[in-house]
């Protein structure tokens, strides 16, 4: 695609506010950037979401080298992406198969259908999880806090102890199969699996916030790297686009983690999940957008 100075510089800009939220929060940033790129650049679907996986890796890599992560901090991270390679490939596929029908009518109006599997996908995860962080944080405040730790009692052999946990043991199956189905999500979504991943590692796995965020990072940084293989491989990738994108995310998630270090989980939780809510309100407006014309 050819994109005009103006654009470009647009880009930057959501490329740095995506990159803070990156260092905040331990997220890719990428559930926000695709539908900005998408609803507010109008870039295709495909490339909105090859692109965006691979503008992950700037941020990404950038709050890896700000936490200064130790080499037994990613034992766990690594586990689970077993399968998330598997999970990409064929989440990328699906998305490319969907690209092939550009005129699928729904009540009567034609959508891209690349275009709509992708929004309505979003809309439902992000309306869900930002339900349940809200949701969450505020049984805490009254000091009903949701039990944690639940994958912690299914013990599919073979098992291993991770020191995230302390002394309980996990099984390592089932992070495999997590990370296949978060691979799945950042190929099909372009979503680095930081939207899944930080809500999943606290309550499933039992992990205080912080510590979350930091296995968050280093996954994010994995299946970034994965997704930006495949969807190069698919074309779906637009190099100048990704370089604004790079541009601002680069520095934004710099600052971003510096800012996570100062926040409270309870303040990180709850911001997360009314940041989610608006994303899903700006999907909800474009599929609306996409029945009323």
Sequence with gaps: ???????????????????????????????????????????????????????????????????????????????ISGGLLIGVFVGAHVLQLTKQYEDFSVAGHNIPLSDFVVLIAYFILLTGLGCFTIWETYREKQNRKIKRGWATAWSL?????????????????????????????????????????????????????????????????????????????????????????LLGGTIGARIGSEASQKMGGGQLRSGFGWLLLATAVLIAAKIAWFLAR
């Design 1 to 79: 695609m050819n994109f005009t100075l103006l654009e470009l510089v647009l880009a930057t800009l959501a490329g740095g506010g995506i990159g803070f939220l990156s260092g905040v929060f331990g997220i890719g940033g990428s559930f926000l950037l695709i539908p900005v790129l998408n609803i507010g650049l109008g870039i295709p679907m495909s490339i909105a979401v090859g692109s965006g996986a691979c503008q992950v890796l700037g941020p990404a890599t950038t709050s890896v080298l700000a936490r200064r992560i130790k080499f037994r901090q990613l034992r766990l991270p690594l586990t």
């Design 157 to 245: 052999p073979p098992c291993s102890e991770f020191p995230e946990l302390g002394r309980q043991s996990l099984s390592i199956p089932l992070l495999c199969w997590f990370g296949l189905a978060v691979g799945f999500l950042a190929g099909l979504l372009g979503m680095s699996g930081g939207l899944v991943l930080l809500p999943a590692l606290i309550y499933l796995l039992g992990l205080r916030t912080h510590k979350a965020i930091l296995n968050t990072v280093v996954i994010v940084w994995i299946v970034a790297f994965q997704a930006t293989i495949v969807h190069a491989w698919h074309g779906n990738i637009d190099l100048m686009l990704v370089m604004s994108l």
